[in-house]
């Protein structure tokens, strides 16, 4: 599925299109951080990328005008070469894939890394997290006051 919509949002020839298939992208990666039993970065990619980033991106695409009426061009000479060198690397990847003899690891315990995380942003790394969380709020403030209009 990721693999998937990341190629529809190379591949869409409307923005909103590209976009939506970028949220399922970004989606997926989330998921694959879950399955790696790094549960913090997962939740690290929901917040950032699909709640800021994307959430961006998506509020340009629908507040420029006449942006519907745009098509992107598809028409590109590199786009078969392009496509033959991800089949013939695809291709290569799984060659290897199989034919590497891998070894069988041991069942292991996760480790939690929210609650070690948690503890080291409030005991070491105190003042640099309190000072990202002041400019955080000034550049907050700033765009508050930038976006509002005079009367």
């Given amino acids: 599925m ?3 919509s990341a190629a ?5 020839n409307q923005l909103i299109y590209s976009a939506m298939a970028l949220l399922l992208t970004l989606f997926g990666v989330a998921g ?3 399955f ?4 913090f970065i997962a939740g690290v990619q929901l917040l950032v990328y ?3 980033i ?7 695409i629908m507040l420029t005008n006449r942006i519907s009426s745009v098509r992107l061009s598809q028409t590109n000479v590199q786009q078969g070469v392009g496509g033959a060198i991800a089949i ?3 291709i290569l990847i799984s060659l290897v894939i199989s034919k590497t003899p891998w070894y069988q690891a041991d069942a292991f315990e996760p480790a939690g890394t929210v609650a070690e995380v948690g503890t080291l ?6 003042l640099p997290f309190e000072a990202i969380s002041v400019l955080l709020l000034g550049a907050l403030i700033g765009a508050a006051l930038l976006s509002r209009k005079e009367n």
Avoid at 36 to 39: E, P, Q
Avoid at 121 to 126: A, C, N, P
């Fill in 2 to 4: 990721t693999v998937l």
């Fill in 88 to 90: 013939w690397l695809m």
């Fill in 50 to 52: 699909i709640g800021g």
């Fill in 32 to 34: 694959i951080y879950v």
């Fill in 36 to 39: 790696l039993w790094a549960d």
């Fill in 54 to 60: 994307l959430v961006l991106i998506i509020f340009g």
């Fill in 8 to 12: 529809v949002v190379v591949l869409s």
């Fill in 121 to 126: 942003l409030l005991t070491k790394y105190l």
